[in-house]
C-alpha cells in the first residue's frame, strides 16, 4: 500500500530529499496545488485570504526587513480582547501545529498524552520523535470521541489530554456541554488540551468552544489557528488560550516567531466579520455539496461541521485516492485503522462540481 | 540597571503581558520601527526585502490559502544547488534562531553545549529554558572566541560546539582556515555548529565559511539566515547545512513550517546577485560610517566583519542606551559581563548620518 503521506511528512521528506521535485511539476515559485489539479487534499480553504488580510500583508511585506515586533503585539491585543481572556492567557505560534508539539513536549517531560485513536496526527509524527509517550482510546461505534472512555483512561500517570473538535479526519463534533463536563472532570487530574482548529464552521461555534472554561482558570488549553476559516495555511499563525500558567509552559516550548506578513493578514482578518461570514457560507456550502455527493452515490458520510467530510466508501480509500490523482483530483488517501475511510476537504464550489462528476465517474467505474 | 531585552525575550514578555503595548505607540498595525524612531538595535538590514522578494511574495500571499508545499521545494533546491550539498544536507526553518534551537535541544540531551562567554543569545534563553547544560569559554583578550581555549574545553561531556562567525554583539570574524582546523580537530569529539547569519557580509565569504566541510562529510553544521544580507528579518526564513545524519536530527527537532510569502521572498532573493551586492554594499558603507563617528569620538570600534558596530564607549551603555533612546535613536545596551560596550546596528545610510550627529552631541554633553 503506497505510503500515506501528511502535510509535516511532506515536508520532512522534501529536506531529506525523499519525495524532491515531487511536487513541483517542472514549475518553479510556483504556489498552490500542482497545475492543472484540484487540491482536495489538505482542509486548506480557498476563499481566504480575505481582502483585508490581503492588503494588510502587502504592507508588513514592505516592511519585511523588522522583526515582527509591533504587529505581533496588536494581534495579541485584538485575539485576547475578542475573547474576554487576558494577556497572560495568550500563546501564538506559526501555525497551532507548533504550539501543538510545545504542549506534548512540555507535557510529555511529566507524563503521558491521552488521544483518540483516530485524531489529527501532524504533531503527533513530531511527538513521537521526541519520545513523548502517547495512550489512544478507540473511538465510539459511531466514529465519535468516546469521551466515557477517554475519561476512565486518565490515570495517574497521565498529563496531558488530546481532542480535537470537530475531530479531524471524521469532521464530527462533540456537544458542548458534554465536553465541558469532561473538561471540569478530568481537568482535576491532567491538563485537557482542545484543538479548535475548525471551531468556526460549527454549527454553533461559542457552544462548542471551551473557550468560557479558559475563562473561569479551569486546567484546559484551547488552541485555535488562521489556517482553516480565514484561509490562511501558508501563511503560519495560530494562537492558543489558557490559564497563564499553562500558556507560559506552552509559550517557553514553542520555538519559532510567526512572520510579520501573517501576523498582518491575521489582525486583518480577525474582525473582519464579512469576510468570516461569506467564508463561513461558501464551506458549508462546499460540505453540503459533498456530502451530497457521496449520498447520491449510496455513500453515507460522517456528519461533518469541519471543511473536511470522511466517509466509508467501502472499498481502499488509498486506491481510490490513486484513481482520482489520475483525474487531477487530490483527496486523502486511508488512514491508519480505517482503510476503507476517504477524506474530501472543501474547494471553490466550481472545483467539487468537477468533484462531483469524476468522483461520480469514477466510483462508478 | 534597566533590562536589557533581546528580540525573543521583548515577544516572550508580550505573550506574557509584561510590556504590552510597549511597543505600539498608539498605532494599529504599525510595522518596523516604532514611529519616529531610528532602530538600529536588532541588527537589520533596511535595505531589503528586495524588489524581486517583494513582487514573489506578493505572488504568494494571493495563495496563502495553500500550504506552502512547492515553493518549499523549489527554496531547498537552489540552495542546495548553490552551495554544491545535496537535499539531504538541508535544513530549513522559520528564522536560523528555531533551528539553532532545535540543535542545542538536540545534542543538549546528549551532553553539554560549549559557547563563548558573550555570543548570540536568542537561542540559549530557550535552550535553559529547556534544560540544556552550557559551558562557556570567556573571550580572548581582543575580543575574538578564543579557539584555543574552546578546543582545551571539549571533554567527553560536550556534545555540540557553537560558534558564531562573525560573532555577535564583537562583530569580529575568526580566520577561516583557524576556524576549519578547529573543526576538523574538535570535529572528532564534538559536533560544531557554527552560525554564519553575517556570513555574506564578511570581508571574505567563502574564505570564511565552513560549507566546505559540509561538502566533506565533516562534524560540522552551518546555519545561515535570509534576515541579514537580505534584508528579510520579519519574513522568518532560515536554513542550515550539514552531513545527513547531523541535518536529519535537526529538522527532525524544529518545530514550524516556514511560510509561503517568506519562502518565496527567499527563492527570489536567494541568485539575485545584483541585490545581494547592492545590499552589501550600503552595508558596508553604514559600517564605516558609524566605525568613523565613534573614532572622531575617541573611540576605538572592534574590527566588524557584520552589519553592527560594538565599541568600548567607556561608560555604562545602558545608560548611554537611554540617553540615545530620548533622541529618538534606539540602539543596544550592555551585554552581559561588559557593561561600557555599545553595539549598534546598521540603518539607512540617511538615519546613520543623524545617529553621527546625536552620537556625538550626546556623547559629549
Tied chains: 1, 2.
Excluded at 524532491?20 to 480557498?46: V, Y
Excluded at 482558570?217 to 495560530?238: C, H, P, Q, W, Y
Excluded at 480505517?338 to 469514477?362: C, I
Aim: hydrophobic share 40%.
Amino acid at each position: 500500500m503506497p505510503m500515506q503521506l501528511n502535510r509535516r511528512d511532506v515536508m520532512r521528506a522534501m529536506v531529506s530529499g525523499a519525495v524532491s521535485l515531487a511536487f513541483a511539476q517542472g514549475t518553479f515559485a510556483q504556489h498552490g496545488p500542482p497545475p492543472g489539479k484540484i487540491a482536495l487534499r489538505f482542509n486548506e480553504n480557498p476563499y481566504g485570504p480575505s481582502a483585508s488580510a490581503l492588503k494588510a500583508a502587502a504592507k508588513a511585506l514592505e516592511m519585511g526587513a523588522y522583526y515582527p515586533i509591533s504587529i505581533t503585539d496588536d494581534l495579541l491585543n485584538a485575539i485576547s480582547t475578542k475573547n474576554g481572556v487576558a494577556l497572560e492567557n495568550m500563546v501564538l505560534s506559526s501555525g497551532s501545529n507548533e504550539a501543538l508539539q510545545a504542549a506534548f513536549v512540555a507535557w510529555g517531560k511529566k507524563g503521558k498524552v491521552l488521544l483518540p485513536a483516530l485524531t489529527y496526527t501532524d504533531h503527533i509524527a513530531y511527538s513521537i520523535r521526541m519520545g513523548v509517550e502517547l495512550v489512544t482510546v478507540p473511538l465510539a461505534k459511531d466514529m465519535s470521541i468516546d469521551l466515557e472512555a477517554m475519561a476512565a483512561a486518565v490515570d495517574d500517570g497521565v498529563s496531558l489530554v488530546y481532542i480535537c473538535n470537530p475531530n479531524n479526519p471524521t469532521g464530527m463534533a462533540l456537544d458542548g456541554d458534554l465536553l465541558r463536563h469532561f473538561c471540569r472532570t478530568v481537568g482535576k487530574k491532567a491538563t485537557v488540551i482542545i484543538d479548535e482548529a475548525y471551531n468556526e464552521l460549527t454549527d454553533e461555534p461559542d457552544y462548542t468552544s471551551m473557550i468560557d472554561l479558559v475563562r473561569e482558570d479551569e486546567n484546559v488549553v484551547v488552541m485555535r489557528t488562521f489556517s482553516k476559516i480565514f484561509g490562511m495555511a501558508g501563511l503560519r499563525v495560530g494562537y492558543g488560550m489558557a490559564r497563564p500558567d499553562l500558556a507560559s509552559i506552552i509559550s517557553g516550548h514553542v520555538m519559532a516567531w510567526p512572520n510579520g506578513p501573517g501576523l498582518a493578514a491575521a489582525y486583518a482578518s480577525y474582525n473582519d466579520d464579512e469576510f468570516i461570514r461569506f467564508s463561513r457560507a461558501k464551506v458549508i456550502e462546499g460540505r453540503n455539496m459533498v456530502n451530497e455527493t457521496f449520498r447520491k452515490n449510496g455513500i453515507e458520510p460522517l456528519p461533518s461541521q469541519a471543511n473536511f467530510v470522511y466517509a466509508d466508501i467501502g472499498r481502499n480509500a488509498t486506491l481510490f485516492q490513486k484513481r482520482m490523482n489520475e483525474r487531477d483530483i487530490l483527496i486523502r488517501g486511508s488512514f491508519e485503522l480505517y482503510p476503507n475511510y476517504s477524506r474530501v476537504s472543501m474547494g471553490k464550489l466550481e472545483d467539487l462540481e468537477t468533484f462531483d462528476r469524476v468522483f461520480t465517474e469514477v466510483y462508478n467505474s
